[in-house]
């Protein structure tokens, strides 16, 4: 089922890399702890230490090589399957640098943060692997760009039909062509913006059954071509709120991973300030 | 007075005559019925005017390099000052009449009388009408200088021919726009606007009223004859493009006489562009030369004449240049080319210098390649002298190559069928090459049939001895060679049907063709047959049961030889060990297609489809996963930011094949369309890997490429402009003081499309930024062999 997918790049070469360097590392711990009380400040910690900033500064660059879009370094798909498996051994390689010791102190907060990056970056990694195939069938032939002129075109049509009508006919249509317009949730409002899905479809089809009597006679031909194309414009938006909301679940976790990871590296500093410091 | 010259039409023909002469001392009189340069006075506001053909050089008084409408115009604008060239406008030349060795020329302002007169009156002057009550109403009109200034009016075209289109096109986004064809559907249109009128009608941006003619305009309203009724069209505007004619009445009344009755027919004249009445000269479109630089050359060439200077053509001087290593005079030595090569001597003396012009010489001292095997090149190549040898990759060890002698040819294949080069040929010894580019060649092909028959019949030959039989006898094969017919199918035609009986074999000399199967009402696609394949012999190896088990459409513009029933079989008696062959292979096709109808993968109903959406023409094709894509746009920032800025790629445009999305980006087609119509020339090429690629500096965003790629992935955009503003300006301009930003409106457009990031040894940016591995780049054939969907 992972075949093809990016946590078997080149032939589970990251995988299998990852796994024997874990096993190096549990070894080499081992034989630390047997003649030593691990600790932060002794040789080997100092190694490990040394090693988990270079890991987290390895973790980092894939920022940076992502956007170095005429990079010969590799390539991006390579750089994620490394950054998932080297991302995941940091939670081995920190505690070892502490000897496993955890308390209430800037130490502790810095690899706090470290879990919650990699667990972000898991449950990404889980929304990666499992969105894309959702949103294919979501799409189903209908890509965004084709609703959107598609919902111009309704938009379109839509106008002819409220001209010169009464007040609530009109009332009706500049709310729509208002909706159609409304900017779509981007950025930090990916977070905190839950589109609405409710059965929009069949909350609408009754409201304008319940309208129509209002509508006088000479207008209710044209206001049920109108509702027919409200329905058709309630029924893409409800496709494109759909392919919205998996798009959004792809991008969010981002915003807690990068900027976790940030404050990470901050709390890393602070950490290194002190020990060496003081 | 009397004038030496007196020149009727100021037009770009006229004006060089009148130019020259005035500064030849001559006293000159131009009479123009309405602007100077109507035609292209008349252009829209900053089209781009041609200057072919570009390798003859400008021999005129006049300015004339290719550019905007409006410099042009400026620069004869000056010329005719500095010359002090005199003009009377508008006035409308009614008689002209030869007296006494002197012409009188009637005006409806006057009459003058002149030693010589030229008529380069164009034919645009002479439009076609409509020939209906109310055609002179002020709101018809027979020119349309800017079709922007229109808003929001209902305005009727009549014609549908290519000019016509092209003026829908312009008005039909801002205006309620119908057109009146008098053909039942839309034909001899280019295929881009062929393409883009269809489309227009279809999304109901224009109405279009096949079989119809107008039966009367009224001020506000047109009715319509259609087949059926008349119709009543709300009109405020009506524009009449229906062509233009010579003016043969007027012409004759002059005493000017034409070649024949036919309405094509052109007007009789000698080497100087004389007509039959001494001292009578007619230039320019009139004459049957479309292209501004031909008729300013004529211009200044019958001046020289009038003056008694003996004048070479134009392209002398260049030609005997090409052909510096020949001996004698420049006709000695196209006689001698002729001799040598058979092809080219049923070619008339005028076709072969044109043709010679376009051809460049190659001098070849030892073994060099000409080209090699695989490469994406399609001109001809004729040997004058020495020989070369074609060598495959495909050649068993210690098989000699097949050498070509003196006056013969190669290259005939590519040229037809618009696919790789089939051999790497090498000069053997000092050699000289004459290389023909394919559209020389092809328009000579289509003017002399002899010359056609000839490459024809050499291609069938070369043909089945590449693609069917290596092995087989020269006679033989020039014998069935003479006996083929080379048939053309249109995209969707159908070749060859199930349940019919089959009568002929076919090879596939250009395009391609699906092979499809129908059981009941459902009807699949079994396979896909590109160029150098052949089909149809199933059905003739059968003797029980002779009918057709397939249905064959082209699926693009597609050229098959056809072997009729008895000319395939002399061609298996003389060869058992072929017809072994055949029949083995039909015995494991046979085997195939049985598994493959078991086989009905989801991924196999989208084969049709992308057959119909040409994603089998291109070469390198972007293809998305959609299962793995994460919908991160990586790859759209990566084709921007590797290219000014500027993408080529958009994800979220495209066609959805199941979960494989081919997005908007250049598929570097087989038969590139977009590489038709290059005013340049060259701003947008082919490289022998097949990649299509634009050179921007070359790019004068004409559109042409973008509106004849059948697939919409050529973009007309603004460059980004160049920041030139300092730091500080820039920081002050966010506050809204400083200069302001450069804005990229002020630059022309020019096109942009991918280059599968050629200059990159890397590859596409596209696939490599892709986090995930959704993004692949892929040959159609390498992606459908894999689902056994390709070849045989």
């Keep these: 089922m992972l075949e093809g997918t990016v946590l078997f790049y080149s032939g589970k070469r990251y995988l299998i890399l990852g796994a024997s360097a874990g096993a190096v590392l549990l070894g080499s711990y081992a034989y630390y702890a047997s003649d030593t009380t691990p600790s932060g400040g002794t040789v080997g910690g100092l190694i490990y230490g040394a090693i988990g900033l270079a890991a987290i500064f390895a973790l980092m660059f894939l920022g940076i090589r992502k956007r170095s879009y005429a990079s010969h370094l590799g390539t991006v798909r390579g750089w994620v399957s490394a950054h998932i498996y080297l991302g995941l051994l940091t939670l081995l390689i920190i505690p070892m640098h502490a000897g496993f010791h955890f308390g209430w102190d800037v130490h502790t907060l810095a690899f706090a943060l470290l879990v919650v990056v990699v667990l972000s970056g898991l449950g990404g990694l889980s929304l990666y692997l499992a969105l894309p195939p959702l949103l294919t069938k979501y799409e189903s032939g209908m890509l965004p760009d084709k609703i959107q002129s598609e919902l111009n075109r309704i938009v379109g049509e839509m106008k002819p039909l409220a001209a010169g009508k009464t007040g609530l006919f009109q009332r009706l249509h500049f709310e729509e062509s208002r909706r159609a317009y409304e900017p779509k949730p981007q950025g930090w409002r990916l977070l905190f913006t839950r589109p609405n899905t409710s059965s929009a479809l069949t909350v609408r089809t009754q409201e304008l059954n319940r309208i129509l009597p209002q509508i006088p006679a000479s207008q209710q031909e044209d206001f049920s071509r109108f509702s027919a194309l409200l329905l058709q414009k309630i029924e893409m938006e409800s496709y494109l709120t759909g392919q919205m909301r998996l798009k959004n679940a792809l991008q969010a976790w981002l915003y807690v991973h990068v900027p976790v990871s940030i404050a990470m590296l901050a709390a890393v500093a602070v950490h290194l300030l002190v020990v060496l410091y003081y | 007075m009397i004038y030496d010259l007196l020149v009727v039409g100021g037009g770009p023909s006229g004006l060089s005559a009148a130019a020259h002469a005035a500064k030849c001392g001559l006293s000159t009189l131009v009479l123009e019925q309405g602007e100077v340069a109507n035609t292209i006075f008349n252009f829209q506001k900053k089209k781009h005017v041609m200057s072919e053909p570009g390798m003859i050089p400008l021999r005129s008084d006049l300015q004339f390099e290719a550019g905007t409408r409006e410099v042009i115009l400026q620069a004869w604008h000056d010329a005719v000052q500095k010359y002090q ?486 061609l298996l008696h003389r060869h058992p060990e072929f017809e072994q062959h055949l029949r083995e292979n039909v015995q494991r096709t046979r085997i195939q297609s049985q598994a493959f109808e078991l086989m009905q993968t989801g991924s196999m109903s989208y084969v049709n489809k992308m057959l119909q959406e040409g994603v089998f023409d291109g070469t390198d094709v972007l293809l998305i996963d959609e299962n793995k894509c994460v919908r991160c746009d990586n790859c ?77 992935n050529i973009f007309m955009l603004h460059p980004k402009p160049k920041e030139t503003r300092k730091p500080w300006m820039r920081i002050l301009s966010l506050v809204g003081a400083g200069p302001p930003e450069p804005k990229a409106e002020d630059l022309p457009t020019k096109a942009v499309k991918c280059d599968l990031c050629r200059n990159d040894s890397a590859g596409p940016a596209c696939v490599r930024s892709c986090p995930t591995g959704a993004a692949m780049r892929v040959t159609p054939e390498e992606y459908f062999v894999k689902i056994g969907a390709v070849g045989r």
């Excluded at chain 2, 224009?206 to 709300?234: C, M, N, Q, W």
């Excluded at chain 2, 979220?652 to 199941?658: P, W």
């Excluded at chain 2, 979960?659 to 020339?681: A, K, M, Q, Y």
């Design chain 2, 85 to 570: 060239v005199q003009i009377n406008r508008p006035e409308a030349v009614k008689q002209i009449t030869k007296k006494d060795g002197l012409f009188e020329v009637q005006s409806d302002k006057g009459a003058y009388q002149a030693k010589h007169v030229v008529l380069a009156i164009g034919i645009q002057g002479n439009p076609n009408r409509v020939g209906k009550p109310g055609e002179d109403l002020p709101h018809v009109s027979y020119k349309m200088a800017d079709p922007t200034i229109y808003l929001d009016k209902d305005i009727l075209m009549i014609g549908a021919g290519d000019a016509a289109i092209e003026g829908v096109l312009a008005l039909c986004d801002k205006n309620r726009v119908s057109v009146l064809n008098r053909n039942n559907e839309f034909f001899r249109l280019k295929d881009a606007l062929d393409r883009q009128i269809n489309e227009k009608v279809k999304a109901k941006q224009v109405v279009a009223y096949h079989s119809a003619a107008v039966e009367r305009f009224e001020p506000g309203y047109t009715y319509i004859t259609l087949p059926d009724r008349v119709a009543k069209v709300k009109t405020d505007l009506v524009f009449v493009r229906i062509g233009a004619s010579l003016p043969r009445p007027f012409l004759e009344k002059c005493g000017v006489t034409f070649a024949s009755k036919e309405r094509s027919a052109l007007p009789t004249i000698n080497e100087h562009y004389e007509s039959q009445v001494t001292g009578l000269y007619v230039i320019g479109a009139v004459a049957g030369y479309n292209l501004i630089k031909q008729g300013m050359n004529q211009g200044y060439e019958v001046v020289e004449h009038i003056l008694g200077h003996e004048i070479k053509p134009v392209d002398e001087p260049m030609l005997t240049e090409k052909l510096n290593f020949l001996q004698g005079s420049l006709d000695e030595r196209l006689v001698q080319i002729a001799a040598t090569i058979p092809l080219l001597a049923p070619v008339q003396k005028q076709p072969l210098r044109e043709l010679i012009l376009q051809a460049t010489l190659h001098q070849m001292r030892g073994a060099q390649t000409v080209y090699q095997e695989d490469d994406f090149s399609d001109s001809l190549f004729l040997i004058l002298d020495g020989k070369v040898a074609a060598s495959f990759r495909a050649q068993l060890p210690g098989e000699r190559p097949i050498l070509l002698y003196q006056g013969s040819f190669f290259g005939e294949m590519s040229l037809l069928s618009g696919r790789r080069r089939s051999a790497t040929i090498t000069t053997v010894g000092p050699s000289v090459l004459i290389e023909i580019p394919r559209k020389a060649m092809l328009r000579l092909m289509a003017n002399e049939p002899a010359v056609k028959r000839i490459v024809d019949e050499t291609f069938v030959v070369r043909a089945l001895k590449t693609n069917l039989l290596k092995d087989l006898e020269d006679d033989l094969a020039q014998e069935l060679a003479h006996k083929a017919n080379i048939k053309s199918f249109k995209k969707d035609d159908v070749i060859v049907k199930q349940g019919e009986v089959g009568d002929a074999f076919y090879l596939i000399r250009s395009g391609s063709v699906k092979i499809t199967k129908r059981e009941g009402e459902k009807e699949t696609v079994v396979k896909y047959l590109p160029a150098g394949q052949y089909f149809g012999e199933m059905a003739l190896l059968d003797t029980e049961d002779p009918t057709r088990k397939a249905t064959i459409t082209a699926t693009k513009q597609t050229e098959v030889i056809q072997l009729m029933k008895e000319d395939f079989w002399a």
């Design chain 2, 636 to 712: 759209v920032k990566a084709c921007e930011t590797t290219h000014g800025g500027q993408t080529r790629l958009y994800r979220e445009e495209g066609l959805l094949f199941g979960n494989f999305l081919v997005p908007t980006s250049c598929r570097h087609c087989e038969n590139p369309l977009c590489l038709i119509d290059c005013p340049p020339g060259d701003a947008i090429q082919r490289d022998p890997k097949g990649e299509v690629f634009i050179t921007e500096a070359k790019c004068i965003g004409c559109g042409n490429c973008a509106s004849n790629c059948p697939y919409g």
